[in-house]
């Protein structure tokens, strides 16, 4: 993340509303899921039915709209759940002062949108899965036109991209030798593929997908027509030019907080960082700046979390205790491991051998939330090839059973970052299963 390289700025498209406008937008969609998360940062145990009523009735909510904003909030990052207890999420704390949190936050709901919107019960899963994979050329007519396309236009489209998704992945295998009655070369018929969704099936999965995408602000809907809203067709350029909503560059920060300090130094390679570290480090007692770096190690923004270590590491031997009592917190423990390995000696290449399994996927987790935070698509996709497991479906298994408050809005950054639809469809499934509870 600290080396990634840069590019010149793209320009939005024409008419394309400032961040702040943006943003005063995604505010506006995730009103009521703020308010909500606010809410249950102080009950903590928003899951619950009698503190679904109590939040109901102190916002002066309906219960369904308590349990959509709290599935908004939580899919948003805007509280995260630590066993049963929900705990603020970083962009909550910076809602209202972070232009660039709030649009991050609304782009993790755009992601998930199929989530936000349940697929009707009585079509196929694999009928959903294609009408999701081929979402984005929609959104792309959409943003193309600059305009309300109607939706049979949208319509045709959606059947001729499906049609290519299984055209694309039709393998059909021989017939077994022994298959009683086989004609030579004919194909089994358990091996024939399926037919396409009919039309009328395709065109209710359509309206499903259009709706979802409505209810988190993507777009709007009129009379046999859509229209990308500000927002969405902002979200589309974004990922049509594969870029992230940038940081402010560094500047002075010797006095700043150690939060501040690392956020500015977090678009800096590691030479430069360390520079930084030790003038920041020389500015203040050891003891207490161990004591704000631990702190902010603590905090929800996995990015800072591994830089407030790499700080660390300049301090040296005088943060060792520091670090040993951290070991012992779960969410700190993989980076204090590490840190306390090659203190020792161990070469960084090899220190990763002291982490047990669980913990090597707990540390992959959160370092996806940090690219999915901070960086762009490349890079989460190059972050599988350091996964511990051999596949993806052990991949996906460990994920799930390490219980990483992240896990689901990583799957969905990686479902939409990854160019393989076999690969996003089997990481989609499994962001589902984590979302609703399922093995």
């Known amino acids: 993340m600290t080396t990634r390289r840069t590019r010149p700025a793209s320009r939005p498209p024409e008419g394309t509303p400032p961040p702040a406008e943006l943003a005063r937008q995604a505010r506006a969609v995730l009103h009521d899921a703020v308010r909500i998360a606010r809410w249950a940062a102080v009950d903590r145990q928003p899951d619950a039915t009698p503190a679904q009523e109590r939040a109901a009735a102190a916002l002066g909510l309906t219960p369904d709209q308590v349990r959509a904003g709290w599935d908004r909030a939580r899919l948003a990052g805007l509280v995260e759940l630590h066993g049963g207890t929900a705990r603020p999420g970083w962009r909550l704390r910076a809602w209202d002062r972070d232009d660039s949190a709030v649009l991050r936050g609304w782009v993790a709901l755009f992601d998930a949108w199929s989530l936000v919107h349940p697929a009707p019960g009585d079509v196929e899963p694999a009928a959903v899965a294609e009408v999701v994979e081929a979402v984005p050329q929609v959104l792309s007519l959409l943003q193309l036109s600059a305009g309300p396309v109607p939706v ?198 090899e220190a990763t051998e002291v982490l047990t399994r669980e913990e090597a996927t707990w540390l992959w987790v959160d370092t996806a939330a940090a690219v999915a935070d901070h960086g762009d698509a490349t890079l989460l996709v190059r972050h599988l090839e350091s996964a511990v497991q051999g596949t993806v479906p052990a991949l996906l298994d460990e994920v799930r059973a390490v219980g990483h408050p992240r896990t689901v809005q990583v799957l969905v950054a990686l479902a939409a970052a990854h160019p393989d639809p076999a690969f996003a469809k089997a990481v989609r499934r499994a962001a589902f299963q984590v979302h609703t509870g399922g093995a």
């Open 152 to 349: 049979p236009s949208l319509l045709d489209l959606l059947q001729q991209r499906v049609a290519e998704l299984r055209e694309e992945r039709c393998e059909v295998p021989a017939p077994p030798r022994d298959e009683p009655g086989a004609a030579p070369g004919a194909v089994p018929r358990q091996h024939v593929p399926a037919p396409p969704p009919g039309s009328d099936s395709l065109a209710r999965l359509l309206d499903w997908a259009l709706e979802g995408l409505a209810a988190v602000g993507a777009l709007t809907l009129g009379e046999g027509q859509a229209t990308l809203t500000p927002l969405g067709n902002w979200a589309v350029w974004v990922k049509l030019e594969q870029i992230c909503v940038a940081a402010q560059s560094p500047a002075g920060h010797i006095e700043q907080s150690a939060e501040d300090m690392l956020r500015a130094c977090a678009r800096l390679t590691p030479g430069p960082a360390r520079v930084e570290y030790r003038a920041w480090l020389a500015a203040r007692p050891v003891g207490s700046a161990v004591t704000e770096l631990l702190d902010v190690a603590r905090g929800q923004d996995a990015l800072l979390r591994g830089l407030a270590f790499e700080a660390l590491r300049v301090v040296g031997s005088a943060a060792e205790a520091g670090v040993r009592a951290a070991a012992e917190e779960a969410p700190l423990r993989p980076y204090a491991l590490l840190w306390l390995a090659e203190h020792d000696g161990a070469d960084p290449d």
